[in-house]
């Protein structure tokens, strides 16, 4: 119920849906007596316009998630085990074409490689099913192990858990698969911008982990500046709209352990 739902309101609240919506509606205004409520809504598309294209309004949006987990320095000496969050493959297309086809988040895999080369006795997680309602079967674990072995990891060494559809669902079905032992050392591996609602919900399941950031989308809020591109500005929007409506309904919905989770003192 909640994983349809989400998705439902989420092809609601897509800023470039939300924008063409108004346009649409601002087209059919334009034929009526309503001359007010049309200025209105093409005042209100001119300014999330100008705050989206000229003013960063995504950056700085983005950077404010971003910058919540900083990463672990230093690396611990000794891990116990890595989990890294899917959204780096499309799993439909890699079906179609036959190989693994990934996405701007494949620095998530990177990473991932580089901390498993650097504890070659961790145990290592993959954990994603398919997000697509409408495209269950087509598992993004199923077609991750020939990248990974390009990068020089043995997909043997890795165990994958394929039924997820969503954050929660990472945490939930990766620690009944994996059973972690309490006082593990874990590390959870997702984009900078993902990661407080990813630790939320592994910390509601009762899974601690470090946190380890990666995929940057910004350099921080004090380095955005003023530019013109509303491709950039609409992109970095819906990532970051995605991530606040997706941690204030998992906090609502008991799927994260608070609204903006932060790090805790050592």
Not at 11 to 27: D, I, R
Not at 108 to 114: M, Q, W
Not at 245 to 260: E, K, M, Q
Request: include cysteine.
């Amino acid at each position: 119920m909640f994983f349809h739902a989400s998705k439902v309101l989420w092809v609601l609240a897509q800023p470039g849906n939300l924008l063409c919506l108004l346009l649409l509606l601002a087209a059919v205004l334009s034929w009526t007596r309503f001359r007010r409520s049309l200025r209105l809504v093409l005042g209100f598309l001119a300014l999330v316009v100008v705050a989206t294209t000229v003013f960063s309004a995504g950056d700085r949006l983005v950077a404010v998630l971003e910058d919540r987990f900083p990463a672990p320095e230093p690396l611990p000496a000794k891990v116990d085990g890595i989990i890294v969050l899917g959204g780096m493959i499309n799993a439909r297309l890699s079906a179609e074409r036959g190989k693994p086809m990934v996405t701007t988040a494949v620095e998530r895999l990177t990473e991932f490689a580089d901390l498993a080369d650097r504890y070659p006795e961790a145990r290592l997680v993959f954990t994603a099913g398919s997000g697509d309602p409408f495209s269950q079967q087509f598992k993004e674990a199923h077609f991750v192990a020939p990248f990974l072995r390009r990068m020089g990891i043995d997909p043997a060494r890795v165990a994958y858990e394929d039924q997820s559809r969503n954050t929660y669902e990472n945490a939930v079905f990766s620690k009944r698969q994996i059973a972690p032992a309490a006082g593990e050392t874990w590390l959870l591996v997702t984009s900078a911008f993902h990661m407080p609602r990813a630790v939320g919900c592994f910390r509601r399941v009762g899974w601690p982990v470090i946190p380890v950031p990666t995929d940057f989308l910004t350099a921080g809020p004090e380095a955005t500046v003023l530019e013109f591109s509303f491709q950039h500005g609409l992109y970095n929007l819906t990532r970051g709209v995605h991530e606040v409506l997706g941690l204030v309904f998992y906090w609502l919905t008991g799927r994260s352990d608070s609204l903006f989770p932060a790090p805790r003192a050592a």
